[in-house]
């Protein structure tokens, strides 16, 4: 019988053949994450959200041509971040890296997005957001030592519980986890923007989410609407988690989409609500094929749904409070608990 162990402080690097890089804008908080695959890996995609923002996507279909991607890049700035997926692609091509097509190698770098506008400090410039030189700063940052939480990368304007206003949210960030069985991983890097709480599943506590009009105590947003009280209906696609999930493990395109399905698991365990007509929720899988052993595909869903769970308590976990022109947005490790 195989046993499932959670590694402390484990992530995608974990797997031989994967790098993350993050980077920060110093203007303001938004920022990317990238996992790198310079030997290439499979890869999928899974969108649950109603409003996504995404590049690439069509591509990771498993009917389609291109089986293999170099980088999955994760962005702060709306839509507009998607410009980092194309600094990506500078620096894979000056590392020569990409597919052959006969006349030059293409990279090929899948992104997705969050909604990070609103969170801005006094000083900041409202108008900077992930640009191609923040995606190129982030792939030269990549390597395999263990990467930051937090408010990092495409976590550093990343908030949650928004749907009774901005002003009672709280701090979300980036995570990342890795679960191993037998000779199998998968690792987890999140991106929790959601405008649902995060949830503890093990112990049903709210971590970070809504909080009360005076801000001093967590609301909880789904008992707060089953009680009748009316949320402020943020604009479609303000919110939004997205990450990628990978394993060791060798797939095809569909066996990874099924990987993708599985870490869904996760967010539904985690957020609530979650998957809503105001999220843009995607997630990615990566296999890197490194263990030949033939996959326990039930087995590989279970892990990464749990190391899905991992890295999104660690993304509210490692918060930090900031202050904001609308004031304090806290982080879980300042609010007492529920």
């Excluded at 609530?272 to 326990?296: C, K, M, Q, W, Y």
């Amino acid at each position: 019988m195989k046993t499932i162990v959670n590694r402390a402080g484990g992530s995608l690097v974990d797997l031989e053949g994967l790098w993350i890089g993050q980077h920060e804008m110093s203007t303001r908080l938004t920022g990317c994450s990238v996992v790198v695959a310079p030997q290439g890996a499979v890869c999928a995609v899974d969108v649950r959200g109603a409003a996504p923002g995404t590049r690439e996507t069509d591509l990771l279909d498993p009917s389609n041509l291109v089986d293999k991607v170099h980088a999955v890049m994760l962005c702060g700035g709306s839509a507009y971040g998607l410009a980092a997926a194309s600094g990506a692609m500078q620096w894979l091509e000056e590392q020569g890296l990409g597919l052959e097509t006969g006349f030059g190698r293409v990279p090929i770098v899948p992104a997705a997005v969050l909604f990070d506008l609103p969170l801005v400090r006094e000083g900041d410039d409202p108008w900077a957001r992930p640009d191609a030189a923040c995606g190129y700063a982030a792939c030269a940052a990549a390597s395999r030592q263990a990467p930051g939480s937090g408010n990092v990368g495409a976590g550093a304007g990343a908030t949650v519980g928004k749907l009774f206003g901005a002003d009672r949210a709280m701090k979300g960030g980036i995570g990342h986890a890795l679960v191993q069985a037998g000779p199998w991983q998968v690792g987890a890097m999140m991106a929790c923007n959601a405008v649902g709480d995060v949830v503890d599943p093990g112990s049903g506590r709210i971590l970070a989410g809504a909080r009360t009009a005076d801000g001093a105590a967590l609301l909880g947003t789904e008992r707060a609407l089953l009680a009748g009280e009316r949320s402020l209906r943020p604009l479609p696609g303000t919110n939004t988690t997205i990450g990628v999930v990978a394993t060791n493990a060798r797939l095809d395109k569909a066996q990874a989409r099924r990987l993708a399905v599985s870490a869904h698991d996760g967010l539904a365990r985690c957020i609530r609500p979650v998957h809503t007509i105001l999220d843009g929720d995607t997630v990615f899988a990566l296999a890197t094929g490194t263990e030949n052993t033939s996959p326990d595909a039930l087995l590989l869903g279970v892990m990464a749904a749990k190391a899905t769970c991992q890295a999104l308590i660690a993304a509210v976990s490692a918060a930090n409070t900031v202050l904001t022109i609308r004031g304090l947005c806290p982080a879980a490790s300042d609010m007492p608990e529920t």
